[in-house]
C-alpha cells in the first residue's frame, strides 16, 4: 500500500486509492468501474506543510501565554484563535508537562478538534444547577475531578461564548476551593478563547434566565486575566469586499449596500449543484434534506455504528462530538470529513467529497463499526483525491490519560449541515438558506465560513435576522478601549 510512502500520516485513518497503490499488488476495488476510475486520478503529491508565520498580535499572546500570564484571547472568525491555541498547548505542553496542562471546550466539537474534553467534563460538576455549594460537593466527592483540579497548572477553554457567566464564575470558586488557594482560580494559568459574536449559550432547561448570561458579566472575569486581546487581523477569507461586510454583520450593522451585495450572491442559486454543501440553522431541515438526497438516490445503504470504551461518564460526552452514534451511508452519497487527519493534504475536518464505491475490508480494520459486512466506503473528495476511508478514533482525554474512546467512520452526511455544527469550520463552498435563523450571531456563524464570494450560495438573508447583542457590542468597547491604552 503506497499509502505509507506519498501520505505517511494518513495510514493510520485511510488508505489513498492511488494508481500507484495498485501497483503494489493490493487490490482493495470491489468494482471494475471504480478501478478504473481510480487509475484515471493522478497520484496524490503531498502538499508543502507551511509553517505559520505569526503576525505581531498573536506573537504577542503567545509570548504572554509562554511567560506564563492568564489570556483571553478573541477575534473575529478566520482570525486564528483556534491555530494560535493550538500552538500554545503544545508550548505549555512541554513547558509544564503533559500531565499538568487541560485542553477544554464548551462543546465536543471544539474539545475533540483540540484533542481535549468538554469544560463540563474536565470540572467534575454534574449536570446544571445554579448552586456553586453543591457543584463544588459535587466534585469533592469524585476523586477523579479533586486530581484533576489539583493537578492543573494550564487550563484552557476554547469556545467561552457558550460558557455562562454564572458558570464561569462557580469554576472560579471550585478552583480555589479544592486547591485551597486564595489566589485566582486556584493559582491555575488561564487561556480562554473564543468570540462572543458568534453562537451564544444554549439555553438549557431555563438554567440560564440568569443576570450572566455571557461569560465576560462573571464577577470574577477581569480579575482572571493578565491579559485580554482582540485578534484583528482577518486569515479565512481574503477579499476585502468580504472581509468588510462580515465584520459589520458580526456588529450586527447591515449596510444596504453590504445587502444588495449579498442579494446579488443569492441569485447564483440557479448554478446550484447538490455538491455544494446546505447551511440550516435548523436541524429538523438538515435532517430532511439529507434523507430526501439519500432516498432519492435509491442506493443499498451500509450501517456503521460507533465502538465506545470507557468510562461511562466519559463516554455519555462522546456523543455531543463530530462522529455519530451510527450512520447509514450509500454510494453517490456527499460526505465530510469529520477529523483532521492529514492538513497537509487537505483531510481535514470539513472536507467534502461523494462515496464512489465501497470496498471489501480485507484487513478487518472496520471490525464492529461497519454493520453491514466489512466495507469501507470509498470518497472521492472535492480536490481529487480518492480515499478508502477506514474507522477512526476519538479519545476523550483528561490531561495525558485517555478516559474514553470512540471508533467509527469519520463521516457525516453533507448534504445539509446545521450552522451550529460548523461553527468554526472554513468551507469552500456553501449554500446558506438563513430563513430561519434564530438568535444573535447565527447570521455572522454561517457567512463567515466561506473563504471568499464565489463559494457563497445564500437564499433567505433577512436584514432583522442580523443581530448583536448590546451587552457583546459593549463588552468589545470596553477591551479595544483597554488594548489602545496599552
Ligand atoms: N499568522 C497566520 N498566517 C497565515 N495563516 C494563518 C495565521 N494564523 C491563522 N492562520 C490560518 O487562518 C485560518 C483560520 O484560522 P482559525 O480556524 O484558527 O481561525 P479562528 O479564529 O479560530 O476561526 P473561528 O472563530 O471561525 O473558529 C486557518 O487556516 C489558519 O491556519
Known sequence: MMVGRILPAVVSGCRNYSSRSS??????????????????????????????????????VISAISSGRSVFVTGSAGTGKT??????????QKSLGRS??????????????????????????????NDRELLLERVLSDRRAIRRWKRALALFID?????????????????????ESGKSWGGIQLVVCGDFFQLPPVNKRGYLRLNKEFAFEADCWDSSFGLQVELTKVFRQSEERLIKLLQGIRKGQID???????????SLNDKLDASVVRLHPRNEDVNYVNEERMSELGKERYLFVAEDSGIEQAMRQLRFGLAPDEIFLCEGARVMFVKNVDTSCGLINGATGTIIGFMEDKAGVSSNVCQG?????????????????????????????????????????????????????????????LSRAFGYGMVYVALSRVRNLTGLYLSGLNPSKIKAHPKVLKFYERITNQQDTE
Open 23 to 60: 501497483g503494489h499488488g493490493r487490490n482493495w476495488a470491489k468494482n471494475a468501474n471504480l478501478q478504473k476510475a481510480a487509475f484515471e486520478e493522478s497520484p496524490p503529491r503531498r502538499a508543502p506543510r507551511t509553517r505559520i508565520k505569526w503576525t505581531e498580535e498573536q506573537a504577542r
Open 83 to 92: 491555530a494560535l491555541v493550538k500552538h500554545a498547548i503544545k508550548l505549555l
Open 256 to 266: 444596504p449596500e453590504d445587502m444588495l451585495f449579498l442579494e446579488k450572491s443569492c
Open 159 to 179: 469556545e467561552i461564548s457558550m460558557i455562562d457567566g454564572e458558570l464561569f464564575d462557580h469554576l472560579e470558586f471550585i478552583a480555589r476551593e479544592v486547591r
Open 373 to 433: 459486512g466489512g466495507v469501507l466506503p470509498v470518497v472521492k473528495f472535492d480536490s481529487g483525491q480518492i480515499i478508502v476511508v477506514e474507522p477512526e478514533t476519538w479519545c476523550l482525554m483528561e490531561a495525558n490519560t485517555v478516559v474514553a474512546r470512540r471508533r467509527q467512520i469519520p463521516l457525516i452526511l453533507a448534504w445539509a449541515l446545521s450552522i451550529h455544527k460548523c461553527q468554526g469550520m472554513t468551507l469552500d463552498r456553501a449554500h446558506m438558506d
Open 100 to 129: 499538568k496542562v487541560f485542553v477544554t471546550a464548551s462543546t465536543g466539537i471544539a474539545a475533540y478538534a483540540l484533542g481535549g474534553q468538554t469544560l463540563h467534563s474536565f470540572a467534575g460538576i454534574g449536570p446544571p444547577v
